[in-house]
């Protein structure tokens, strides 16, 4: 009898504990209780700023500026780690109403398309570290006659901090540079000299973390 009795409360006891477990299990189903600084899964990053852009042929002595100018960027990928994301980007520089000498409105851009890695030398901390190659184009869009451009090798590097706003929402400044190269192509068997481009940028972005 005091055997059976004693079956009886173990069994309770294990049953009790079980049921506990599994009401544990569901609870953090629910709840997201990794830690709120955490990097992780997908992520979109949508950026404006303002590029200085200048250019030269090879051979010149040195840079032409063009204005500061209203430039963009669209990133987005995932999260390797909470120390490493991937992804590609989509950036862009525009000098738009200028004229040229028949006095048609043109349209200057500079625009690219990159695979590009971001390190974060710190877990908990939004400061990161951007690089980037890929493919590029610089044209001249003239109202009327229409297009003249070039597509060329991009490169890009910089930084940016991402301040927490909401669980998954970050404002983040950013600095960058792009240069951009890329050659014409022959006329009449002689090569053109190669152009180069760069843009320097200063912005501000929200990055967008969906599964936070």
Not at 42 to 71: C, H, M, Q, R
Not at 177 to 192: C, I
Request: glycine share 14%; proline share 4%; aromatic share 12%.
């Amino acid at each position: 009898m005091a055997n059976r009795f004693g079956v009886s409360v173990l069994a309770l006891v294990t049953a009790l504990a079980l049921a506990d477990s599994a009401e544990a299990q569901r609870r953090r189903g629910l709840v997201d209780v990794t830690s709120s600084g955490e990097r992780h899964g997908f992520w979109i990053n949508l950026g404006v700023g303002a590029g200085k852009d200048s250019y030269k042929f090879e051979g010149d002595p040195g840079w032409t500026d063009n204005p500061t100018k209203p430039s963009f960027s669209l990133r987005l990928g995932g999260t390797v780690n909470p120390n490493f994301r991937l992804g590609g980007e989509i950036t862009g520089w525009v000098n738009d109403g200028q004229f040229d000498d028949q006095g048609d409105r043109i349209t200057e851009y500079l625009t690219a398309a990159m695979l590009i890695g971001q390190f974060y030398p710190s877990q908990k901390a939004g400061l990161f570290f951007k690089g980037g190659a890929g493919f590029s184009r610089s044209g001249v869009s003239v109202y009327g006659p229409g297009d003249s451009h070039e597509d060329g090798f991009a490169w890009s590097a910089g930084a940016g901090y991402e301040i927490k706003l909401s669980r998954a929402l970050f404002l983040t400044p950013t600095v960058d540079f792009l240069q951009h190269r890329s050659e014409a192509n022959a006329v009449g068997g002689v090569a053109s000299p190669a152009l180069y481009e760069r843009l320097f940028t200063i912005g501000v972005a929200l990055t967008i973390q969906p599964s936070r």
